[in-house]
């Protein structure tokens, strides 16, 4: 069941019943904004990930502003955005089962649809999923450059996948999947930029290898918000892979530039909307918006532009505010942003985003891809 | 937008799509039952808590052996449970705002509800509610008997705000939620037992102080699943909220019993079905369950029947399996049970429950009050 919008359009930001996820209009704007004009005049695409948004509304605004397609990391989140109009995308991941594989070949009749392999079972099945269903489907390497989850060695492995892939007759070559997910949240921008040497090297040295044997990669796809810059100028990367950028979290926030200052190149532009619920004893607020509410996964919230307020805990559907010193307390009633630690996990716990422009509900998106199923 | 079911009636487990949330029938069934017996013979009824299941399938099947009602922990929660059939629903919580409280109000049409206060504001705005919409709402006072989360002083403090909700015209007063849930993870019997005690004392105080002032306490309820059977002793709580007994999980299965070992009372009957999908290296798989589909807020889960097996780490998608020396690596394709750390978030995730019994699937539930919205 869809749950019941928080917010009606026109409202007042104080009028939205919580937890509500918000997003800032113009922040999300600003931030879709920026990232395309720090890819003007490059050959690198953005192919913004979904698997943050999880919703064709914010994808269609990322390709209206440039982005070639979209990247999803599971089947369902294909579905909800080919059913909502996006007509190209990657999924950025491996896809097992014969369920799952048909459940793709039916999206590629009404999208372009690619996928990931990092065996040759993957291929195999992918080849047998395609011929079944009378469909061609575009296969992507996804090869570890050093972030010791799923993908095949760089090098002469993955070449050799990739002939397996380029000599399946119902399967079209379509690159390689070359994502640094452990890089992103490194602080120093000198070890970020470190990783992805690491990476943009290895990559290198696969794109050359397959040339050699006959074999293009027309897209060598990777990077996030964390490390976007690196692989933009690396002259190997076609793609990037960037979800967060377009809300930023708390843990985002952290990453360091060059000089040693939190990178602002972002602007937080997402936000659960709580309501202080009671007050019972000095010091101490307790919001509606526990863990069910706002990830914590990657660290506990921060409160929006209230810095005599702290997240200090969440428990399932409470979280414990610390009010600092003598600082007034907020009120039971009193209703607060908070920024999530991590925004991917935290919006896939709603059903509506309620778009927000000079304190008033302008929109709600629906959030047609979340839930644990793949 | 409901997800498609990841599985069909009928079908083994072994074709269930992933990742799926399985509930073994049998398993479930015997902790409904092991409750009921627990309960048999004594002045203590089950308000099952329904933050854990939030469906009201679940509900009607612990309310047919002999629940008084449900607990839940949100307005939304209690209008799925309302709209599935549910009749006597405790949201153990307070509620603040005024769309929120006609809710309340709309749903006590159709139901018995009542809710909880902690605050004389809080009563205020129920009446208010309550003579706006014509119907009268039950209120119990929300003690803190320990947990430092919401709820009011015991004692002298509790029993005036009794005496106002008893005085306000359209509200009647329900009695006393004295749940301890800090409680309920202390993993020595004895450590539960003295935290349960100061509990006890502290409600049997208000209780006979209320009682004095010549107010009755109709409901005196709270305990969970690792300390019910002291509440249960009591003789003070009328009313446990368990929630967790039917589905148990990694977290409550490390509580332990008089003799040290871990408690047995209830069995793992909640599984997330995972799939292997990639075996990229010596000793380590990745499946296609990571914190998105199983919550890891109260540690990573397990994996069933597997002991050459560990669940090592969860990133969004995707979580690392460690396998034992030289043991036989899953295979790509494989499925595997993980218990949930956390059983309620987790049950939060997801659309449906897939029943499994003998190996097949035997029915669908919806998870109807699944969500981030209160």
Redesign the interface.
Known sequence: ????P?ARIGMRED?V?????LVDLDAFEFNLDTMAARLAGTNVKLRAHA?THKSPVVAHQQIARGAVGQCV??V?EA??LAWGGVKNILIS?????A??LNRVAALARIATIALCA??P??VT?IEAAARDNGVNLTVLIEI?VGM?????APGTEAAALGQLIAASPHLTFGGLQSYH?SAQHRRPLEERRIAIEGAVDATRRTVDLLRQQGIACPIVGGAGTGTFEFETASGVYNEIQAGSYCFMDVDYAKNLDASGAPVSTFKHSLF?LA???????HGVA?V?AG???????AGLPGVWQRPELTYAG?????G?ILIAGDAPPP???DKLRLIPGHC??TV?????YVGIRNGRVETLW?I?AR????
């Not at 863990?291 to 996964?297: F, G, M, Q, Y």
């Not at 839930?371 to 793949?374: D, I, L, R, V, Y």
Request: hydrophobic share 30%; proline share 7%.
């Open positions: 069941m869809l749950q019941i928080p009028e019943d919580t937890p509500a996820l698997k990391q599971k369902a579905e909800a991941n491996e896809v097992v089962g369920d799952k990092d065996c079972e993957h099945a570890d010791n989850r799923a993908g095949i997910g659960v309501t202080v619920i009671s007050q019972p004893r307790v509606d863990h069910k509410a706002v990830a914590v996964d969440a428990s399932d559907e409470h414990r009120k039971v009633g991917d996990p896939d716990r709603y059903d509506w629906p047609t839930g644990g199923f793949s």
